[in-house]
């Protein structure tokens, strides 16, 4: 059998279509064939003598299917992105001397950018699909929500079942829950679930003037103090007759008014200011406030037969931080909500709903359609990332895995952490070699590292 004469091997290798390239144990170029211009954008000349690790800083090729090899001392294969715009199937095996040292290492590619292509084509149609996907999930959850009132949660759901027991009858209900929880929504869904057919009527008792909020619940009669409308003024409680008479912040109601509202509350009546003779009405009434009533009651600042009226029917609703589910389904609603109120198509990118899920909400749901609407009108691009979010949700400590004790393995949190450090790092130095004297490691294992969680550095 005849072989090949040696002096003809570069010239062989030269005519072969894909990429060959030859380093020495210390990662420098020896060989390189003649498809390297195409591969690389560098002619071979340009190539011999260069360091790998240097040439994937600059990011001629990277990851470094070489550096692996001397890393692992063993045969590697990966996918590898080019200067020039390919996408390679990288092969790299190592040539051992007679001692069992390392002589050579080659490296082989094949070029696979028209399938990398395809995938992508691919991850968009799967994303168009995702798309239509969660637009027929909101609408499929409609039901779920009245205005925003979403119960994908296990509290919610739950405040909502009573809800509907209590909606026809018309026993008093207190609502608690910090600002923003969504207070007036539950009960404009309690009165839309009822049988009522009068106004949903509301009044803020912590907005107006002690002095103006009499008249503004009880109305007055013509002439009946300086200033009056000659007509006299109708009271919101008139205007809730056979509807919903819903007073937000009743812990703000003076002591002389929670007389009043007693009164109402339990005989239904009540007196215009300057009238002597009481009126009847019909109306069911819900308050809703964001303080501890019973330690208003104590300090007696709020009387304690008003709050037993009151809170016949207590339903609290939790912070929005306390409803991951309902916050998840939130955002969604929010986003698909505000991008068709101003004709936008804008979508989040993963790491800004990991940080919006992560974020405390002391504002709660206001805050958060707040965040959302200004996010989906002012950024410019069509996908939002973690760095148009305002400074206070960047600020989430993301950097301690121990919040996520339980929820995920001890491997997973390590990689949580180093992650966190690498992220922490590159925004101090400019290169790699900075973040390697940095972190006080080599370079090389920085650039391994990165590559590890190459979806948040290189993508």
Known sequence: MSSIVSEFWEEILDGVYNDVLITDPKG???YANSSSEYWFGLREEELLGKSIYELEQKRVF?????????????RQTIIQSTTAGKKLLVNGDIIFNQKGDIQYV???SQDITDFEKLKTYVAEVELELKKVKDELASLKNSKKWTNQMVAASRQMKQILNTALMVADSDATILITGETGVGKNVLAKFIHDNSERKGSFVEVNCGSLPENLLESELFGYAP????????????GVVEEAENGTLFLDEIGELPLNLQVKL?????????????ESKPRHVNFRLIAATHVNLEKKVKEKAFREDLFYRLSVIPLFIPPLREREEDLSEMILLFKNQFNHLHKKKKEFDPQTIDLLLRYAWPGNIRELSNIM??????????????????????????????????????????????LNILKKAKQKCSSTTEMAKYLGVSQPTVVRKMQKYKAHFYS
């Open 262 to 274: 007693l009164t109402l509350i339990q005989e239904k009546k009540f007196f215009k200011i300057g």
């Open 28 to 30: 420098r170029i020896v």
């Open 106 to 108: 080659v490296t082989y």
């Open 373 to 418: 609407e200004r996010l989906i009108l002012t950024v410019n691009s069509t996908v939002i990332f973690p760095d148009h979010l305002p400074e206070k949700v960047l600020l989430v400590d993301n950097s301690n895995p121990l919040h996520n004790i339980g929820k995920k393995t001890m491997y997973e949190l390590l990689d949580d952490l180093e």
């Open 223 to 234: 002439g009946s103090f300086t200033g009056a409308n000659s007509k006299g003024k109708k």
């Open 62 to 74: 990277y990851p470094s299917v070489v550096r692996l090899v001397l890393e692992k001392n063993k």
